[in-house]
């Protein structure tokens, strides 16, 4: 299987999708070869029926041997015999072929996203990227099942149908060639216009969907104001309009299946009559079968006619989700490492010498001429009004956004010449509002350590105050925490990411407003384990209250971009200026 680190490099977007189906479908050429050859010997009897139904009648009117029945016979019961092992092997070389691809490619995307940049992140929706990794690689595997299903038996029975006719009864095939297109086009024609009422149909649906949820999400509003009226009357509406056009849909359903019906059978009596005048009036050498048979192919060489023209939506669908895959595997916002050199040791100091940042499409820089030296083990706190850049110094030393103007020095060497991947070994983040995946606390404060001992574990949670609530819980360090720590508080959520980064024992440590949206109760405790976190370490610490923030070495006080004041907490009181004001506008 294809890794992250092996990366499916091919102009996903610069070539054709169908050039880009092959090369993905590279690795599997030898089943998919398999597969067709299989596939048409197993649907053999859908072509060679009318051919041994001719046989078998022609031995019966002109009264030939009776061997000749039986080795038809035999003939049709081999090939339908062998039919399910040959069906069984084909569903294991294709549909594995597709699946090991559809593997292959997801691998990829997953792949590709843990490298591309947390600016393309930030712009590109999360949903988009799981609709891409789940949705569109399904597409193109519903797509290749379909079109290899349906186009292959669609094909070879054209192709044997009309290999028989041309073998059994050559003056037909003009007939053919032009007959059944025809009606193919027809009956295409008809359902295009179907197509459309579905789509209206659909449409009025999500409609309905979506009053439907609007109503439900709006159920405190509308019960606490007694409107439950008013919001059954703009269901109401949505759900005549659904009845309306899902009835008006049933009856167009019902005049294309029965025109459908009328046109292919008339066109089948007409091919009959005709084949049947001309052996009653011995204008060709036909006989009773060659009737029979030439009735029959006209009905199913249409019917694959007409299913090869309905595989044009699937493929057109498929091949658009190749594209969408190929905008994340070609999307060159990527986070170079590639040649750096990689940090093994960390000792926290850092220097920002006029440092700027600006993003992109933006007219105004989001942090100008900054510039600060920070010593090893300082606690470093930025406050400021919102918009005041805070968060984007934090990302410049993340290694998330690199600087537009202006260096960052790590210990005396520049950022941009390092692997940022391997400087985050040493770093750790307690975000506003700590991340949990699906899984036990364990697993979660764990996360990407393999080998944790059960002591340093118990520590980690033991200095992050977390132990004291982990005891009540009946599964104790196995308790599943739910979708994001659905099942635990703010302050439980926040007190394991705490433990998270301890664990780590981090040089460098980042609290983005770690307990902004905390009650009293739970910033009192995780303030406690905050303080055994820092202890030591590098720390860059973004707050809103300014009353956690009086113990930092100094705070530094920024106003659109840039620094206004630097200063410990009593030094910048004294200066009695942005620092002092934005404490009494919190106070007041």
Known sequence: ?????????????????????????????????????????????????????????????????????????????????????????????????VRRTGSRLRW?????????????????????????????????????????????????????????IGVSAPAFLPVFLVVVPAAAYLVARLRARMRTRNESFRREVELLSSRVHEMTSLIPITRAHALESDALRRVDGSLRQVLDSGLRLDRINGRFASLAWVLLNILGVVTLAAAALVVYYDVLPLTPGDVVMLSSFLTILTGSTTALMS????????????????????????????????????????????????????????????????????TIAFVGASGAGKSTVLNLLIGFLRPTSGRILLDGTDMETLDLRSYRRFL?????????????????????????SEEKLLAALRDANALEFIERMPDGLDTVVGERGARLSGGQKQRLAIARALIRDPRVLIL???????????????????????????????AHRLSTIKGADRIVVMRHGGIEEVGSHEDLLARAGAYTSLQAHQLA
């Open 428 to 452: 750790s983040v307690v975000p506003q509002e700590s991340i949990l995946f699906q899984g036990t606390i364990r697993e979660n404060v764990t996360y990407g350590l393999p080998q944790v």
């Open 512 to 542: 983005d407003e770690a307990t902004s949206a905390l009650d009293t109760a739970s910033e009192a405790l995780v303030q406690q384990a905050l303080a055994r976190l820092v202890r030591g370490r590098t720390t860059f610490v973004v």
């Open 1 to 97: 299987m294809t890794s992250p680190q092996e990366p499916m490099d091919h102009r996903y977007r610069g070539e054709h999708p169908v050039r880009t189906l092959l090369y993905l479908f590279r690795d599997e050429r030898v089943a998919l070869v398999l597969a067709v050859l299989v596939f048409v010997v197993k649907h053999s009897p859908t072509w060679l029926l009318p051919l041994v139904t001719a046989n078998i009648i022609d031995v019966v009117v002109q009264h030939g041997p009776i061997t000749d029945l039986w080795i038809n016979v035999g003939v049709i019961l081999v090939i339908l015999l062998v039919n399910p092992p040959l069906h069984l092997l084909y569903v294991r070389w294709l549909h594995g072929a």
């Open 311 to 378: 595989l044009t939506p699937v493929i057109t669908k498929g091949l658009e989700s190749v594209r969408s895959v190929g905008e994340v595997l070609q999307a060159p916002d990527l986070e170079n490492n590639a040649g750096k050199a990689q940090v093994t040791r960390v000792e926290g100091a850092f220097e920002f010498r006029s440092v700027g940042f600006r993003y992109e499409g933006s007219d105004a820089s989001a942090v100008r001429d900054f510039t600060l030296t920070v010593s090893p083990g300082e």
């Open 108 to 164: 990829a995307l997953c792949g590709r996203m843990q490298q591309l940049s947390i600016g393309y992140h930030a712009r590109m929706s999360a949903s988009v990227l799981q609709a891409k990794v789940i949705r569109d690689v399904e597409t193109i595997e519903q797509m290749i099942v379909q079109t290899v299903d349906g186009g292959l038996g669609s094909l070879t029975v054209l192709i044997g149908g009309l290999v028989i």
